[in-house]
């Protein structure tokens, strides 16, 4: 037989060789093991994650008389039988290319007649959202109800284009993409088998490149393998992926954090000479700008993206000089022109132009490219005080020699002031005047003895109306009489209501100081309706009775 690519003479047996799905592996083998086998199976998820596979060993499992935890043994009858490629008990289809109504049909004629050499029939329909609608709805009433010797296991990359229907008929599986340390350790065990030497670094850089699927990362394996004799190396890989150089990535990315617009340029212009589509050169500037991320902000960077020595230390170096918020900015820059590098008729322009725009944060207003000019100038202005001044000259201090001060004595010196001298006129020297506490002196406030007691009432009113907060105390003593009796103010309220309004205690202090600047030593409020009242015409006649009334 002819040479076996690397994913197919690796492929799976059983369910132990199937890596990375194990809760879809523990599900599938407890059915097994119970007896609880169902009818129709989804197996749905990415390129490369072993639907097929799964498939086929989930066909053999089923059939095996001696399983080993849900496996096919590989040696009972029902397992020999079931390697044989000619065997009618297994059918795979692939529907991309079966996709009319006539191939289910073939398919419901057939799926009637019991197996040949084994316990169940499985139907394997790969790609099955290629399946017309048409041949979707031929297929539903197999699906829900078929034979008890019959199972159907449907792989799609595309669940969401599958009816509605069909998807309430299965039951789903969703495989997940493999991680890269998993496809590592599967890489480094095939190379260990086939006695290929490797590095480390160049292993997991493979692993990478699968971005998730095995059979990807199996292609690339097998191109390094038949690359050159000798141990296979972190650059011999890049040179297999036609990866950019790294040292012009390198200076590239260093041009746009230092802001050297020129040889941003130049960069891009070497790199586009190689030959390499500018969609795929701006794809790698992201993924080396995330890898500096990476490098800036966790600790165990080397382990995550698996770096030789000196490619980790030279992301290091850059990653160093530059701030987190200045690294988000320039991906987001780079993000943004996916959609327009894919339509646009001068796709190199739309790169430079964001290469640029990332190289001058200056004209960038966002808040990561804000914040980022912000930390710079604090770090500058935090050396400030590290670096001398252009041309200062230097100060040198010398120290004096102390001198020793000693005290001198001191000496009282008493001045006695003699009363002779006082009378010959001469100025003693000042005393400091001690502070005297002075009386409080009250200003007390004229009383106004010539005023007219008839028209004292007015002028108080007229008093309480530029008082401060006596607005409604003044609207109502308007609708009042007051008359002087003597000393005392005798106040007529129209209602008990007003009466309490001039008795409470604010209100009646007020009217008793606005009424003791008249001589008036007491106020008196009365209802109105007392038959003691006073009649409130006779107050106003007394009021008005010197004023001239014209008819």
């Known amino acids: 037989m002819g040479y076996l690519a690397l994913y197919r003479r690796f492929r799976p047996s059983d369910f132990e060789g199937v890596i990375g799905q194990d809760a879809i592996v523990k599900t599938l083998t407890n ?5 609880k086998i169902g009818h129709a199976y989804l197996f749905c998820g990415a390129r490369g994650t072993g ?9 053999r499992a089923v059939n095996c008389l001696d399983s080993k935890n849900g496996s096919p043994c590989g040696k009972c009858s029902a397992c020999k039988a079931l390697e044989d ?11 991309a290319s079966n996709n009319k109504v006539e191939n289910v049909r073939d398919i419901r004629e057939s799926v009637q007649y019991p197996p040949v050499t084994v316990r169940y029939k499985v139907y394997i329909i790969d790609e099955v959202h290629m399946l017309t609608t048409e041949a979707f709805n031929a297929l539903l009433k197999t699906l829900e109800e078929p ?13 969401h284009k599958l009816p509605s229907t069909i998807l309430s008929r299965c039951m789903r599986f969703d495989f997940k993409l493999i991680s890269t340390k998993k496809i590592a350790e599967l890489i480094s065990s095939i190379y260990d088998e086939i006695g290929r030497s490797y590095e480390k670094e160049a292993v997991s850089l493979i692993a990478k490149a699968g971005e998730g699927s095995v059979r990807d990362a199996l292609s690339v394996a097998d191109l390094c393998v038949s690359y050159g004799s000798d141990k296979l190396t972190y650059s011999d890989v890049l040179t297999v992926l036609g990866s950019t150089d790294q040292t012009k990535i390198d200076g590239l990315i260093k041009a746009v954090f230092t802001g050297d617009t020129g040889s941003v340029l130049s960069f891009t212009d070497e790199l586009s000479m190689l030959g390499k589509s500018i969609g795929l050169l701006s794809k790698e500037v992201i993924s080396y700008l995330r890898d500096i991320a990476v490098v800036k902000t966790c600790k165990n960077a080397r382990e995550i993206l698996a770096l030789p020595e000196d490619r980790y230390t030279e992301m290091k170096s850059i990653a160093d000089g530059v701030s987190e918020n200045r690294i988000l900015r320039c991906i987001e820059i780079l993000s943004s022109i996916e959609n327009s590098l894919r339509y646009s008729t001068q796709p190199r322009a739309v790169l430079e132009t964001a290469l640029i725009k990332a190289s001058m944060p200056e004209n960038d207003y966002n808040i990561d490219a804000l914040l980022a000019r912000i930390k710079v100038l604090e770090e500058k202005i935090n050396n400030l005080g590290n670096i001398p001044a252009p041309n200062a000259p230097k100060v040198v201090i010398k120290e004096e020699p102390k001198v020793e001060v000693k005290e001198e004595p001191k000496v009282e010196i008493k001045v006695e002031i003699k009363p002779e001298i006082l009378d010959e006129g001469l100025v003693p020297p000042p005393i400091e005047e001690e502070f005297i506490e002075q009386p409080v002196k009250k200003v007390e406030i004229p009383v106004q003895t010539d005023v007219d007691k008839s028209k004292v009432w007015g002028a108080i009113v007229r008093k309480l109306r530029r008082a401060p907060g006596k607005t409604i105390l003044w609207v109502a003593c308007q609708e009042m009489a007051g008359v002087v009796e003597g000393n005392i103010l005798k106040i007529v309220a129209g209602n008990e209501n007003e009466k309490k309004l001039i008795e409470s205690k604010d209100n009646f202090e007020t009217l008793l100081s606005l009424a003791s600047e008249f001589g008036i030593t007491n106020v008196k409020v009365v209802n109105g309706q007392d038959a003691t009242a006073v009649d409130p015409t006779e107050s106003v006649k007394a009021f008005f009775k010197d004023t001239l009334i014209i008819k």
């Open 31 to 35: 059915q097994i093991t119970t007896d």
């Open 85 to 95: 490629v000619s065997n009618v008990d297994i059918i795979e289809m692939d529907a």
């Open 147 to 159: 034979p008890k010797h019959a199972i159907f296991v449907l792989a799609t990359t595309e669940p």
């Open 51 to 59: 639907k097929t596979s799964l498939a086929k060993i989930f066909a």
